[in-house]
């Protein structure tokens, strides 16, 4: 049988998240060992294959960051949540901390098909928490990783370039201006886009920076 659960604690995880935010947004006040302790004997509800990673990038490993998401049957959060209160100072909702310092205890729950698992909430609370630049600071970061990108790629078809060789043929994309690689009837440039390729080290790199760039003195201001 289905249950009714809230989803809790996600961060971002690519300059694209629009729903999704960084940690480091949520610090203010210590909650205390007894909310991370609550956290972190939350039951399984699902495991996944790969580890999650501290956005505050401390360095803690991704094993201990852990691979699943636990629940207490009412709530669902990731198996790192835990790491971020203790560690980080990253603040909750105070319904969500109410509820832990309540005296109930984390009920098992794996995820059933029929459960009705609510999203808007914990993204709502973000919402109205966030810094009042964080969207201007979110759409500069989104352009200077395109930038990166694009200095990625360039590197890219001059090694391509280096490795193939160039002819003297031009390039037979309509209007391309540049010449042929050898042995094939387009630049590197063209051929790249007849093939699905993904920068994804430039966008990788551009979150990390993101959250680089809050240091680690920034204390939010909260709605609770």
Known sequence: MGKSLTVIGYWITSLNDDSLFPP????????????????????????????????????????????????DGTWVWPEGLAHYVESH????????????????????????????????????????????????????????????TEQLLEEQFHDVEQRTGVSTESCIWAGCPNRALLGIKFCSRCAAKMQPHHPAAAHGIGLRRFLDDYGQNRTATLVL
Request: aromatic share 12%.
């Open 89 to 148: 100072d990253v603040n909750l909702p105070s319904r969500f901390v109410d509820h832990i310092t309540s005296g109930v205890r984390p009920a098992a729950h794996l995820r059933s098909p029929d459960d009705a698992v609510e999203f808007g909430y914990g993204e709502t609370w973000c919402r109205h928490n966030l810094s009042l630049d964080y969207f201007k600071r979110l759409g500069l970061a989104r352009q200077q990783t395109n930038l990166l």
């Open 24 to 71: 480091q947004e949520f610090v203010k006040r210590s909650l205390g060992a007894d909310v991370a302790t609550y956290l972190s004997s939350g039951q399984t509800y699902e495991q996944y294959r790969g580890c999650s990673w501290c956005r505050f990038q401390c360095g803690i490993s991704a094993r201990e960051m852990g691979s699943r998401d636990l629940t």
